[in-house]
């Protein structure tokens, strides 16, 4: 595995890690985004906004007005305003660990945090081990749970298991949606074991849904590549937005695929950590017509 310093065009400062088989690149200039994600040479899946547009209006808590700009990030759950919204512009630290970096944000003034990302790629396998820790900085407790949002590029594909497990009379399976999410929307498939979501550019609109997703992976098909998500849920755990482990959203830009940890109260000097784990591959997406076409595609794949 290889380290090294580069200038992306449209990101600044960036740290780039590469095995042969899979490539990432950090940015440190600000954030710290996981901004590009491909096997060795091949397109970058995930999304890139390089004009930095803003997301919502600049809010008086703070100096400047949040940039998505794209790739990964770690943000708090649940969604409130202003606290998620905190203009993460500034240059990153970055200290080197075991087969990888570690990337810190400064604290966040007004939220009392302090965000950082461990980012460790296997030696000779397409693997990547991404670590989320929120610190609390401040003088009081704070509640919170860790999310990892992965956002992909146009053209994305989807594939979210759904709970099976046999619960006799009882229900085992729980569907959030949001209010501006149509459950008819042609983007949303419904299957006995999955649920498909397809990125599609001529959206005007944009959808999401939580579930207690307990078999801890998600797979995107983009570009001739398949990125697996892999985490680990605590069944029963205290979950945010009504018990979701995972999240996924998409409009006319990007998809997002997104973890979530436990709601917990940070006492000052506290921190709480929230893993996930990458695989990429050389993959393309077949027509999926049926349950068994996605059951017989994801068995390709050895850790599902």
């Not at 919170?144 to 053209?155: D, E, K, R, S, V």
């Not at 009379?169 to 929307?185: E, G, K």
């Not at 436990?262 to 349950?291: C, K, R």
């Amino acid at each position: 595995m290889k380290i090294t310093k580069v200038t992306h065009k449209d990101f600044g400062k960036c740290v780039k890690m590469e095995n042969g088989l899979v490539e990432l690149l950090v940015t440190v200039d600000f954030g710290p985004r996981i901004i590009h994600c491909s096997r060795a040479g091949k397109e970058n899946i995930f999304y890139e906004d390089p004009q930095k547009k803003p997301l919502g209006d600049k809010l008086d808590a703070y100096d400047d007005v949040l940039r998505l700009c794209g790739g990964h990030r770690l943000w708090i759950s649940p969604e409130v305003m202003p606290r998620c919204y905190y203009p993460d512009k500034y240059p990153v630290e970055t200290e080197e660990v075991e087969n990888g970096m570690r990337f810190i944000a400064p604290a966040e003034k007004v939220n009392n945090i302090r965000k950082s990302i461990t980012v460790k790629m296997a030696d000779d396998e397409p693997l990547i081990l991404v670590e989320h820790q929120i610190e609390n900085v401040g003088h009081f407790d704070i509640e919170l749970a860790p999310w990892g949002i992965t956002m992909f590029a146009q053209g994305a594909t989807e594939i979210v298991p759904i709970m099976n497990a046999e619960a006799g009379y009882l229900p085992n399976r729980q569907l959030t949606l949001w209010s501006y999410t149509d459950i008819s929307d042609p983007r949303l498939k419904y299957f006995k074991d999955f649920i498909t979501l397809s990125q599609d550019p001529s959206a005007a609109t944009a959808l999401k849904i939580g579930l207690n997703n307990e078999s801890g992976w998600a797979a995107v098909f983009n570009k001739g590549q398949a990125f697996l998500k892999f985490f680990e849920p605590n069944e029963g755990g205290n979950y945010p937005d009504g018990g979701c482990t995972f999240e996924t959203y998409t409009n006319g830009s990007m998809l997002e695929s997104e973890t979530l940890g436990e709601m917990v109260l940070l006492e000052p000097g506290e921190f709480v950590s929230h893993a996930e784990e990458w695989e990429v591959y050389e993959a393309e997406l077949p027509q999926i017509t049926d349950n068994e076409s996605i059951r017989k595609l994801m068995t390709q794949f050895t850790n599902i």
